[in-house]
Structure formats: C-alpha cells, structure tokens
C-alpha cells in the first residue's frame, strides 16, 4: 500500500536530492547554521512536501500551484549552491553534480506542470 505522491518520480528524485543535500550542508561552516544551511534545508525539504501536499485530495489547479511552490523552492536551493560554492563551502564538482541534478529535476517538474489539467 502507498500513497499516490509516493508513484510520483519527480516526488522520488524530490526525496532523494533531499538527502544528498541535507548531506552536503554538513560541509558547511559551523557559523552558517542558522544562514545558508537552515535555508538551503528548508527549501530542499519544500519541493517533496509540496509534491506530496498538492497530491493528496486537491484539484487539479491547486495541484499545479503547489508544483509551482515546488519549482519555485528548487530555484531557492540553486541559488544557495551558488552562494556555498562563491563562498567556497564546497568544491566545483560538487557544485556542478547537484546543479544538473537540480536542472533535471526542475525541467521535469515543470513538464509534469504542464500536464496537469
């Protein structure tokens, strides 16, 4: 038994971009805890949370608003990976291996978007 949000694959790679960021933001420095790396969790938890929240029992135009909380929640987290990488909390590769996640994820995000009717 599961929850339809759970069939979701941008829910899925939502969930799992999560964890490789929560496990990213451990780099950074101590004194950002409640900066960079309380935000850049928050907006990474965001994008599954209102995957599944606009899954569950809502109509289809409140279904896409919550995607577009989803997307616009993404964009929040690339914009702190440029800020850990200008900041040199982590290195080029790792910028770039969660930044062309990120793009995958956000074109199929707004793909699924579009579909909604």
Request: proline share 2%; charged share 30%; with cysteine.
């Amino acid at each position: 038994m599961e929850f339809k949000f759970e069939k979701l694959i941008i829910w899925q790679k939502a969930m799992e971009f999560g964890e490789s960021i929560n496990k990213l933001s451990w780099q950074f420095p101590k004194d950002e805890m409640y900066n960079l790396t309380s935000q850049i969790r928050r907006a990474m938890d965001s994008i599954a949370l209102n995957i599944s929240e606009g899954a569950i029992g809502q109509t289809n135009p409140e279904f896409k608003k919550f995607i577009g909380y989803s997307i616009r929640s993404l964009a929040e987290v690339v914009t702190c990976l440029h800020k850990a990488k200008r900041r040199e909390y982590i290195s080029e590769e790792e910028f770039q291996k969660h930044y062309e996640f990120a793009f995958n994820l956000m074109n199929m995000m707004v793909a699924f978007k579009e579909k909604i009717r």
